[in-house]
């Protein structure tokens, strides 16, 4: 990265800025549904309904029903915290680190997410960390609320457009390399956060 070049920051959300473990995700609805890890595992990660959840294609209620079939289990409140078993903390060294990026870049967020996951993660911000995840960002960009999700292409065009990016000057980082791959491909500079990097990490390193 050569970061003089870089006028314009997106961050996705989960992974990078908030710490993730979708571990714990599996292993609740495992618990709630008494089928294994492997079986949830499988439908977690290739059933279409996640996906349309994701591009806000079915509602709150429409998600928990599929749920509700994959598990057995009818309550919602059982179901949301299983859901949200995966999201965990934001570091404050995290926090800190975009009002500094924010003093010399345009900081945009684009994730891939969802209403129950959202509003779980605006709890979590507030109760720990005493904020709003939009003080730390020019625009915040949701895929549910998109009906556009990460790697399609279309999505990060939309942001390129609406915020009048240049690609060549414009950094992408994402835990996920499909998203990684997506950016790169309309010519946006690319950062792969990994389980051996932290955003804390990348630009230490840049200084």
């Excluded at 998600?63 to 919602?76: A, E, I, P, V």
Aim: charged share 30%; with cysteine; hydrophobic share 35%.
């Amino acid at each position: 990265m050569k970061e003089q070049e870089i006028k314009n920051i997106i961050f996705d959300l989960g992974g990078v800025i908030i710490n993730l473990k979708p571990a714990n995700t599996i292993d609740a609805f495992a618990r709630l549904s008494g089928i294994s890890k492997e079986e949830v595992t499988q439908k977690y990660l290739h059933d279409e309904h996640f996906k349309k959840y994701e591009k806000g294609l079915i509602s709150d209620e429409e998600f928990r029903s599929y749920l509700k079939n994959m598990t057995g289990c009818d309550s919602d409140k059982d179901l949301d915290e299983a859901w949200n078993a995966m999201l965990l903390d934001v570091p404050q060294e995290r926090l800190e680190l975009l009002k500094d990026l924010r003093k010399h870049h345009k900081l945009i967020l684009l994730s891939n997410t969802n209403d129950i996951h959202l509003k779980c993660f605006t709890e979590i911000l507030e109760k720990e960390n005493d904020c709003s995840i939009d003080e730390f960002f020019d625009h915040v960009y949701y895929s549910h609320q998109m009906h556009k999700r990460k790697p399609d292409a279309d999505i990060y065009e939309q942001v390129l457009n609406e915020q009048q990016l240049e690609p060549e000057e414009t950094l992408f980082i994402d835990d996920n390399a499909d998203n990684i791959a997506g950016a790169a491909n309309l010519g946006i500079q690319t950062i792969h956060i990994t389980g051996e990097t932290t955003i804390i990490e990348v630009f230490d390193e840049g200084e």
